[in-house]
């Protein structure tokens, strides 16, 4: 097979990382025409000509303890993946978050004269900070998407660029009332939006939860309407059968085929699995309400190695609660409705959230595309 101008070898794991993996691909695509893509991808990044050699939902596994379950055919997959990538040997290998399966690939790349990189830190001033070593062993360059990496990153002698978060650069500034206009909602209806998570883990562990909280709070607001975006027919199909185990058919909830952006902007409202939606939700300024529940195991795992106080994203990048966080044995029916209840009444709740929120925004936006391009230019010979 002829080799084409440029070959990068990408690797999304969930649909967050197919979202950043698309838009970095424009970023090189507005440099360079003739670009193979070719690895693990989603749809986002298959329909910008992206080839996916595995399901990339194989990937996504939530949790230590669910992941020794899918663990054989993950390992099976990054195998038979490297075997390929030492075969084209292409310019440049990006690993797009998913470090527990990208740095080991990246690090075995690198190791063969194969150039890496890495978007996405893991999130080592979260936890596993030893982790920061791993990225040295793994990549030639890390695109940083939070101003308060880079610091920890020429500390530890990494190159490394802050390009903003891509979401802050693509998301368009939040209209209420447009969104509602393209989703055919009444503008004066209150909505509120259920983000259970993309990963069919999540949702069986949190689509039961989020629906009994929808219960709850239409109890004590019959005039509530509720939206939740679902990127596939396996989770539409997933959680329909939820709402029937939970006796919810007559909930007044409208499924959605992706439109997660235009939901969380025509929304009052938000609740939401800690996670990458937090953030556009930031972003797009929708008051939420953040949870999320792992196996006890998984929770002892990951509260003994917690650097900071916070799981979600809003609250770690203003360094203070701006969000509720309510989690584990915390996270009830009960209490997720009084949070999402307090929010749709409480106005100066909202507009401080609203305004933490257009601050945070200001740090993240960037021209992340030009950036992008810039720090990856010299990997990319065949570009001219």
């Known amino acids: 097979m002829s080799k084409t101008p440029l070959q990068i070898g990408i690797v999304a794991g969930e649909a967050s990382g197919d979202l950043l993996g698309s838009l970095l691909m424009q970023a090189l695509q507005s440099r360079c025409a003739e670009i193979d893509f070719f690895g693990i991808a989603g749809p986002k990044m298959q329909a910008l000509g992206a080839r996916s050699l595995f399901p990339m939902e194989a990937l996504s596994v939530r949790g230590y303890v669910e992941a020794l379950g899918s663990l054989s055919k993950i390992l099976a997959i990054r195998r038979a993946l ?102 055919g909602l009444k503008a004066e209806s209150e909505y509120v939006v259920l983000m259970p998570g993309s990963r069919p883990g999540e949702l069986k562990a949190l689509a039961r939860l989020f629906i009994d909280a929808a219960k709850k709070l239409a109890a004590a607001r019959p005039h509530a309407r ?95 609660d701006i969000v509720p966080e309510i989690i584990q044995n915390r996270a009830t029916a009960d209490a997720l409705a009084q949070a999402l209840e307090h929010l749709l009444t409480d106005h100066e709740a909202r507009d401080h959230q609203i305004e933490a929120f257009r601050h945070q925004r200001a740090r993240l936006k960037r021209n992340t595309p030009a ?14």
Not at 226 to 250: C, G, K, M, S, W
């Open 82 to 183: 490297k075997k390929n990538l030492l075969a084209a040997k292409p310019d440049l290998f990006i690993g797009v978050d998913a470090p527990d399966f990208n740095l080991s690939l990246e690090r075995k790349l690198k190791k063969a004269g194969i150039a890496t990189a890495h978007f996405v830190s893991p999130s080592v001033w979260a936890w596993r900070p030893k982790r920061i070593d791993k990225v040295r062993r793994a990549v030639s360059h890390a695109l940083l998407i939070f101003p308060f990496e880079e610091e920890i990153y020429r500390t530890a002698g990494i190159p490394a660029t802050y390009v903003g978060h891509p979401l802050a650069h693509a998301l368009p500034d939040p209209n209420k009332k447009a969104a509602r206009e393209r989703l």
């Open 226 to 320: 509720f939206l939740i975006p679902l990127v596939n027919r396996e989770t539409r199909q997933a959680f329909e059968q939820h709402l029937y185990e939970a006796d919810a058919l007559d909930l007044p909830i409208r499924i959605l085929y992706g439109h997660a952006h235009d939901a969380l902007q025509a929304a009052d409202a938000a609740l939401i699995a800690s996670g990458t939606a937090t953030l556009e939700a930031l972003l797009l300024e929708c008051p939420h309400v953040i949870t999320y529940k792992v196996p006890w195991l998984t929770w002892q795992i990951m509260r003994r190695q917690a650097l900071q106080p916070w799981i979600g994203l809003p609250n770690i990048l203003a360094g203070k």
């Open 371 to 384: 950036l992008i391009a810039q720090a990856l230019h010299p990997f990319l010979h065949a570009c001219t």
